[in-house]
């Protein structure tokens, strides 16, 4: 949501340097939206003020509900989004969980709500502006204000995970400070709604529109389930980059770093604020804290930091998001190419094996003097009784024959199960 006071940026140099980096991969397009104007009214009942902000995600407006009168602000969703069924059911699944949080410090979402090809969210509406536009101004804050900062929004994050909910995209942009009465309360916005509409976008034009991958967990990244933790990872990232002007990891291949390196300790800042974080920023969920509120009294010095207790989470998201990479595809075919070249091959010294057998003098041997001594014997001694006119020399050409044939097929059937034992190896 966006506020209805900003605070105007000044230059920022270190941070500027870091958003460079990293925006030339991702950029947010604005996206084609059927979008009302200012004095449309909506359902009869959202009367639209003025335009507050626009992005990929969609636009923003000021309105007034003429039913509770009250403002309210609206997000209207980006056409590619709105016109898309099983983007608009996962979306509706998302706003029906984040409905049911009632706490201080969770901007409350109230309705889901069309008008015609107009899909929109309708939701709180807050003077103030958001941490992002803090540290565009600011750039560092004292550990004190980061410090208040976790603390305050412990109790959300606590009291969603208690439900089994988990917000999966905390970040500067979506931490909203609310100031009413010169006093500053700190916000959570966009309870998985911000999330689900980037990833159905990121399906719908297959472009990346994620954009916090510089807040995302490694189990995040790596589409496993997720738990209360992957929350605590991202708020260890964003209270990082308030003490130190930077993301634990802003340049280079990003993604590897946040799978495989250690951050490095932040300067001049007490060593507890160094160790709770990197507890926090721990690759496996189950070295992080508990709880939100460990990690804010390790921060603030009120207990020893001390890492999760490696019990099996009860807060799991049991739909984990696979991600398919082109590596795996490389590799599966990586691995059909090297089962045929296994078969080929096996066939090739099935081959070679059975001319080393031919050549072999031993069994060619046997079938050659066994085919010569069918091929000569039998003739002879059939015919010789014809030859002399002794006939007589039937019977015993007959006994002769058996004598011959026997080695002779003994001969034959040796060598044949010598050629078929060689073969199988």
């Known amino acids: 949501m966006k ?3 900003n605070i105007k940026p000044k230059e920022n140099k270190r941070r500027n340097q870091k958003r460079l980096s990293f925006e030339n991969q991702l950029k947010e397009t604005v996206c084609t939206v059927s979008q009302p104007t200012v004095g449309d009214i909506l359902d009869k009942r959202y009367e639209i003020k003025e335009e507050q902000g626009r992005g990929g995600m969609g636009i923003v407006y000021r309105a007034f509900d003429k039913e509770l009168e009250m403002e309210v602000a609206l997000k209207v969703l980006p056409l590619e989004l709105a016109s898309n069924q099983k983007a608009i059911q996962a979306l509706k699944t998302e706003a029906k969980l984040a409905m049911k949080l009632n706490h201080p410090s969770i ?24 941490l992002e536009e803090k540290l565009n101004q600011e750039e560092i804050l004292e550990p004190e204000e980061v410090i208040n900062l976790v603390k305050q929004l412990a109790g959300a994050l606590d009291y969603a995970h208690s439900k089994k909910i988990v917000h999966r995209d905390i970040k500067p942009d979506n931490i909203f400070i609310h100031k009413e009465n010169e006093i500053e309360e700190i916000k959570l916005m966009d ?40 929350d605590i990872y991202a708020l260890g990232a964003t209270a990082y980059e308030c003490l130190a002007g930077t993301p634990p990891f802003y340049k280079g291949s990003i993604s590897y770093q946040i799978l495989n390196k250690v951050p490095e300790p932040i300067d001049d800042i007490p060593q507890k604020i160094n160790d709770a974080l990197m507890i926090a920023l721990a690759k496996n969920p189950n070295d992080r804290f508990d709880t939100v509120a460990d990690f804010a009294k390790a921060l603030a010095g009120e207990k020893e930091p001390e890492n999760g207790d490696k019990r099996e989470p009860a807060n799991i998201d049991k739909k984990p998001i696979l991600i398919k990479t082109e590596s795996e595809d490389l590799k599966k075919e990586s691995e059909n190419i090297e089962k045929k070249t296994e078969n080929i091959e096996k066939e090739t010294k099935i081959s070679e094996t059975q001319i080393k057998i031919w050549k072999n003098p031993k069994t060619f041997g046997l079938f050659f003097y066994g085919g010569l001594l069918i091929l000569f014997g039998l003739p002879t001694i059939l015919f010789l009784p014809i030859l002399t006119g002794d006939s007589s020399q039937f019977g015993i050409g007959i006994i002769e024959l058996m004598i011959l044939l026997i080695p002779a097929i003994a001969m034959i059937v040796i060598a044949y199960h010598t050629f078929q034992q060689l073969s199988s190896f």
């Open 107 to 130: 901007i409350g979402l109230h309705h889901f709500a069309h008008t015609g090809p107009v899909k929109y969210l309708v939701m709180e509406l807050l003077s103030g502006y958001t």
């Open 191 to 230: 309870f998985g709604i911000a999330r689900q509409i980037k990833e159905s976008m990121t399906r719908l034009t297959r472009q990346d529109n994620s954009g916090t991958i510089l807040y995302m967990p490694p189990e995040q990244m790596e589409g496993k389930a997720l738990n209360g933790r992957a």
């Open 3 to 5: 506020p209805k006071e």
